[in-house]
């Protein structure tokens, strides 16, 4: 009985032995790489989650830049700031437009020098405020002129820039 129960017992050993091999050797590759897939099906969620993000991102951009004008209409833009100037009772006497770089952008700052009453300027300012595209105004000087004649009084010189940006063609035909 006591070789039986050896046997058995070698048997056992041998037969838990082999799983354990087994185990090792077949079924936990096949458990890791099934962890590792589960994760790269995880991480390529988040990534089409992230792509869905961006081509979201992208369209609401692509709203929010409708209003501002491309690089090509720059000289029909500096023409509506000098009508609505003149219409103002503004008298323009210098109208510089400058562009400057600025990314998948171009800044477009308009410094403009004339002389005006303080009612024209205000009621120009609230028209560009109007205006589309939006304009910043900047550095704003008021000054008073100083003569005897009914021609200067009241008048200020005034000197002021305006700023907008326009879309570069390029970058937004690429988009469209």
Not at 51 to 74: H, N
Not at 80 to 101: C, E, G, H, W, Y
Not at 113 to 119: C, V
């Amino acid at each position: 009985m006591r070789e039986q129960h050896k046997e058995i017992a070698i048997k056992l050993a041998l037969a838990v032995g082999l799983c354990v091999a087994l185990s090792y050797s077949l079924i936990r590759p096949v458990f890791s790489e099934s962890v590792s897939l589960r994760q790269q099906v995880e991480n390529s969620r988040g990534l089409v989650e992230l792509f869905k993000e961006v081509e979201r991102i992208k369209d609401e951009l692509s709203v929010a830049e409708q209003p501002f004008l491309g690089l090509t209409s720059r000289s029909s833009l500096v023409g509506r700031i000098s009508d609505l100037a003149n219409k103002n009772r503004i008298d323009v006497q210098t109208l510089t437009p400058k562009t400057i770089p600025d990314g998948e952008y171009v800044k477009l700052r308009i410094e403009v020098s004339g002389q005006a009453s303080f009612f024209s300027v205000v009621q120009f300012l609230k028209a560009v405020e109007a205006m589309d595209p939006p304009f910043s105004v900047g550095d704003l000087n008021l000054s008073r002129q100083f003569g005897t004649g009914k021609k200067t009084k009241g008048i200020l010189k005034t000197q002021f820039y305006l700023e907008t940006y326009l879309v570069k063609q390029a970058q937004r035909r690429a988009r469209s």
